[in-house]
């Protein structure tokens, strides 16, 4: 519930609090007095949009806040969901600058129009003449019937089926369309697939298929060279060893003659071994390296054909092209297997689509039940607010389809006179007739199921008497469960309120203002006699004033 509304600067208003009580709330005043200005701050924290023309002082900024009672709403969730702060009185705050800039807050956190209007949905709803066109609304037709059939929760329990059965469809399109160009791009993955198949495709490949090649291009040059140096050992004329074996053997006589002589003795010793192993190692090496014309073929092929798909693929190494090959594979695997999947997910869809088909038609089969009920009860309750031949007519139509509610559309259908045929609201009933209606719904929607507070702006336009009596009899039933807050013009109406709220207009230096007070229950015998006759109340008209208010017991 609306407990505290505090207005700063804003259009008449200087500054102002309200705080509300907990069922009927009645606001009376003069045409122009300010009813809807108050109405107009309201909706900034219900994430209207700002305009600087509000700013009653256009050097300050102005302030809108109000505090509201929500332990009842189960609204928790929203609060995790939007990462706010969660308390059971919840403050919301609307500022505009002088300057246009808008800033909102909930439990002082920041926070975006967007999330405003989610919030204040489950807070206020705000009923005037314009707002009959939620009767047009599908949810609101479904809420009202649903409520009477006690399957509110039941259908909560469908849309949640029907939202994996809508998931799952989605999931199988995707497949479907994956699947059908999967058809297309098997055959180019696959030959990409097997032309990274015909390499060696292992890190340091590529160097050593570069050196293979290298050697083979190159053998007879490297051959040349082997046997000269073979020759420069132990061949030919000129040779190392010879003439250091005759150095060994010089060194050998002086070993008897020092340790000194010993080492290098021994040195020489290791050095003619060490080349002597050379030279075996050169001529085996001669003896390998032999000039193959094919294999020069098969590894340039080789290389080749790496280096091509290195460029093709955008790789800079063997590593890349190993993960483009394990990519190109697992797109083979998923074509592989998505006909399975397919197949899967169609069963899946099968199941839950006859499981869904049998909540709604359980759900269809409630509402058809009471549809009957809502028809009579709101008939009469129309009759006793003078429109007994009104007829509301709620048609129940089966669909081919599913949808979030169901399997049904519901139309509502309405003739407020004998004799007319039922059409479209909008067709055949004027402002008052659909207020009167939306009323009747709303009363009926309150006693089944929780409603924020709800805000009536004149809906007693065009009624007098005893119609806006049994109005407000209406509104003070609907205020025993819920918080009720009703502007308007009529005594019989205004007698009905638990709190009575009064704006006025009065002038201050030179500037006129507007000013919302609580009445006392004298002032409210005095404020419902000026309603009821014309400059000063008469005793007559203090008397029926007293009468009306006792009538609210």
Not at 271 to 293: C, G, M, P, R, T
Request: some cysteine.
């Amino acid at each position: 519930m609306l407990k505290k509304l505090h207005i700063k600067n804003y259009a008449l208003l200087e500054e102002v609090t309200i705080g509300f009580d907990k069922s009927l709330t009645v606001i009376t005043g003069e045409t122009g007095a300010g009813k809807s200005i108050m109405l107009g701050a309201l909706g900034l924290v219900l994430g209207e949009r700002a305009d600087m023309a509000v700013l009653r002082d256009k050097q300050k900024k102005c302030i809108v806040e109000a505090s509201f009672l929500i332990d009842s709403y189960s609204l928790e969730n929203f609060f995790t969901e939007n990462e706010l702060d969660y308390e059971a009185e919840t403050t919301i705050r609307r500022e505009i600058a002088p300057d246009g800039k808008s800033r909102a807050f909930i439990n002082d956190t920041p926070v975006n129009l967007n999330v405003l209007k989610s919030l204040s949905q489950f807070l206020i709803d705000v009923h005037s003449q314009h707002e009959t066109l939620l009767l047009n609304q599908a949810s609101f037709r479904f809420n009202m019937v649903d409520a009477f059939a006690n399957c509110i929760e039941e259908r909560k329990q469908y849309n949640g089926f029907f939202v994996q059965l809508k998931e799952k469809e989605k999931k199988l399109n995707e497949l479907l369309t994956f699947e059908q160009q999967a058809k297309k791009d098997f055959d180019y993955y696959q030959f990409q697939f097997t032309e990274l198949e015909q390499v060696n495709l292992k890190e340091g490949n590529l160097q050593q298929l570069e050196q293979e090649y290298d050697t083979l291009n190159n053998a007879e040059f490297i051959k040349q060279n082997l046997v000269k140096a073979s020759a420069s050992i132990d061949g030919g004329e000129e040779n190392i060893l010879p003439h250091l074996s005759a150095l060994k053997s010089s060194l050998a006589q002086l070993t008897r003659y020092g340790k000194t002589y010993e080492e290098l003795a021994a040195r020489v010793q290791s050095v003619y071994i060490e080349l002597k192993d050379i030279s075996a190692e050169v001529d085996n090496v001669n003896d390998k390296v032999v000039f193959d014309q094919q294999k020069l073929e098969d590894i340039t092929t080789q290389l080749d054909l790496l280096n091509r798909l290195l460029k093709k693929h955008g790789a800079s190494n063997e590593q890349e092209l190993i993960k483009v090959k394990a990519e190109i594979e697992e797109k083979l695997s998923q074509f592989n297997s998505i006909e399975e999947q397919i197949q899967k997910l169609q069963t899946e869809i099968k199941k839950l689509n006859e499981s869904v088909w049998t909540k709604a038609k359980a759900l269809s089969d409630k509402r058809k039940k009471v549809i009957p009920v809502i028809q009579t009860s709101v008939r009469n309750m129309l009759a006793d607010l003078s429109m007994p031949n009104a007829q509301l007519v709620i048609n129940c139509k089966p669909t081919e389809t599913l949808g979030n509610y169901g399997s049904d559309e519901l139309q509502f259908l309405f003739s407020a006179n004998k004799g007319l045929p039922l059409s479209e609201l909008h067709k055949v009933a004027s402002g008052g007739e659909l207020s009167r209606l939306m009323l009747c719904l709303k009363s009926h929607l309150a006693e089944k199921t929780a409603l924020p507070t709800i805000i009536f702006d004149e809906i007693d336009t065009g009624v007098s008497g005893d119609v806006a009596h049994k109005i407000g009899t209406i509104l003070l039933k609907m205020g025993s469960t819920m918080q009720v807050i009703a502007i308007t013009h009529l005594p019989q109406l205004a007698s009905k309120g638990k709190q009575h709220l009064f704006v006025y207009k009065q002038d201050i230096k030179e500037q006129t203002q507007s000013e919302i007070k609580t009445l006392t229950a004298e002032e409210r015998v005095v404020e419902i006699a000026k309603m009821l006759s014309t400059g000063k109340p008469t005793e007559s008209a203090l008397l029926n004033a007293k009468e009306l208010l006792s009538l609210r017991n």
